[in-house]
């Protein structure tokens, strides 16, 4: 039985969900198996990947259910579901988000590297009918917050042991003993909390042994983009200086 488990939180996801399952089982490594973590959805979405699950065996699919509303509280229940379940090697995505085909291959790479936290590249998706000109600002503010992230006060401590990596959630792997020794990922909303950044700077506290992989990659939703357009979407991801009253955009 293979050690690596992939999490996928998930809410709402029925209309989506199998194009994230599809990558998933398109990988050229399948040696894993994947937890998605139902977040109390109010449609279809445990039903859809359930039934994808029974169609297509490898890798193993299931799907258990997190009634406390997060991101990072269904995350938390998943990652820790696979550990006790016999993970020693986590990787996430997100529901909304397409794995490269080589995505859980370079990720046994980095850690047989020595890395125990990967940080991947974040690419938007191309199929959800947003300009070229918008997803390139999307791909520029995304070097630049990596940047930026480096010289936050927030992410500046004596207590961290090395630089701040940047490491969406949607794309990153994690061992299980660091993720326990970390406390994990903080149980909270999105609205509430970057619950990656707040896991990373934990493990900046235990360890130096943590990486961005930019060969690691997953394509990421632009449906913010399309609700909400490009200058709002970023003020979200700056700290969440734009709230909409509906943060659960399908």
Same mark, same amino acid.
């Given at each position: =039985?293979?050690?690596?488990?992939?999490?996928?939180?998930?809410? #709402?996801?029925?209309?989506?969900?199998?194009?994230?399952?599809? @990558?998933?089982?398109?990988?050229?490594?399948?040696?894993?198996?994947?937890?998605?973590?139902?977040?109390?959805?109010?449609?279809?979405?445990?039903?859809?990947?359930?039934?994808?699950?029974?169609?297509? +065996?490898? &890798?193993?699919? *299931?799907?258990?259910? *997190?009634?406390?509303?997060?991101?990072?509280? @269904?995350?938390?229940?998943? =990652?820790?579901?696979?550990?006790?379940?016999?993970?020693?090697?986590?990787? /996430?995505?997100?529901?909304?988000?397409? &794995?490269? +085909?080589?995505?859980?291959?370079?990720?046994?790479?980095?850690?047989?590297?020595?890395?125990?936290?990967?940080?991947?590249?974040?690419? &938007?998706?191309?199929?959800?009918?947003?300009?070229?000109?918008?997803?390139?600002?999307?791909?520029?503010?995304?070097?630049?917050?990596?940047?930026? !992230?480096?010289?936050?006060?927030?992410?500046?401590?004596?207590?961290?042991?090395?630089?701040?990596?940047?490491?969406? !959630?949607?794309? =990153?792997?994690?061992?299980?003993?660091?993720?326990?020794?970390?406390?994990?990922?903080?149980?909270?909303?999105? *609205?509430?909390?970057?619950? #990656?950044? @707040?896991?990373?700077?934990?493990?900046?506290?235990?360890?130096?042994?943590?990486?961005?992989?930019?060969?690691?990659?997953?394509?990421?939703?632009?449906?913010?983009?399309?609700?909400?357009?490009?200058?709002?979407?970023?003020?979200?991801?700056?700290?969440?200086?734009?709230?909409? *009253?509906?943060?659960?955009? /399908?």
């Amino acid at each position: =039985m293979s050690t690596l488990w992939v999490v996928i939180p998930a809410f #709402d996801e029925e209309r989506g969900i199998e194009a994230t399952l599809a @990558a998933v089982c398109a990988q050229r490594d399948t040696d894993f198996r994947v937890v998605v973590v139902d977040n109390n959805s109010t449609d279809g979405t445990a039903a859809v990947v359930a039934a994808y699950a029974a169609a297509h +065996p490898v &890798p193993p699919i *299931e799907v258990i259910t *997190e009634q406390q509303k997060g991101t990072g509280a @269904a995350a938390d229940t998943g =990652m820790r579901y696979a550990i006790a379940n016999g993970a020693t090697l986590l990787a /996430r995505t997100d529901a909304d988000c397409l &794995p490269a +085909p080589d995505w859980t291959e370079r990720i046994k790479v980095a850690f047989g590297s020595g890395l125990r936290l990967v940080s991947g590249q974040l690419i &938007p998706r191309t199929d959800e009918d947003v300009s070229w000109r918008d997803r390139t600002i999307i791909r520029v503010a995304l070097e630049l917050a990596s940047t930026f !992230g480096k010289v936050r006060p927030g992410n500046r401590d004596p207590k961290y042991l090395g630089p701040y990596v940047m490491t969406p !959630g949607c794309n =990153m792997a994690i061992t299980a003993e660091l993720y326990l020794a970390a406390g994990g990922f903080p149980r909270t909303a999105i *609205e509430d909390l970057h619950e #990656d950044r @707040a896991l990373v700077n934990e493990v900046r506290t235990i360890t130096t042994d943590y990486g961005l992989r930019r060969d690691v990659r997953v394509f990421g939703s632009n449906r913010r983009v399309r609700a909400w357009g490009i200058r709002k979407t970023l003020a979200w991801y700056a700290d969440h200086r734009y709230r909409p *009253e509906v943060v659960d955009i /399908r």
